[in-house]
């Protein structure tokens, strides 16, 4: 059993970095740890993940203004969205798989995110 929990501001301005933190309990070795975000009235969108070895990979779309890390210490892995503009405005989940190419199977229950100013 996984359980996650997203926290952060629930108001960014725009230009400035959108900073999530997904607190986590449980989950094992093979263990993929994802962001992914659906903006209003629009599907889900994939930002990246990162490995339990560490090792992050971002959707191309995103790549360039995204950054994910882990604190295996504190049981926390964060998102950084860069410059962020009210098209980033969303519901942001933390999501657990087992490996990169399966779907999620423990979602956290997501935070808004709005981007205004």
């Known amino acids: 059993q996984v359980q996650l929990q997203e926290s952060g501001p629930g108001l960014v301005k725009p230009s400035q970095t959108l900073s999530l933190t997904c607190n986590v309990s449980?989950?094992?070795?093979?263990?993929?740890w994802s962001w992914i975000r659906q903006p209003p009235g629009k599907g889900l969108e994939w930002i990246g993940y990162?490995?339990?070895?560490?090792?992050?990979y971002y959707s191309p779309s995103l790549k360039s203004r995204t950054s994910i890390s882990r604190d295996t210490s504190k049981n926390q892995f964060t998102l950084q969205l860069s410059s962020a503009t009210p098209e980033d405005t969303a519901v942001y989940y933390c999501?657990?798989?087992?490996?990169?190419?399966?779907?999620?199977?423990?979602w956290g229950q997501g935070t808004q995110v709005t981007v205004s100013s």
């Open positions: 999501a657990h798989a087992g490996n990169w190419y399966d779907p999620p199977d423990y």
């Open positions: 449980g989950g094992g070795y093979y263990s993929y």
């Open positions: 990162i490995s339990d070895s560490g090792t992050p």
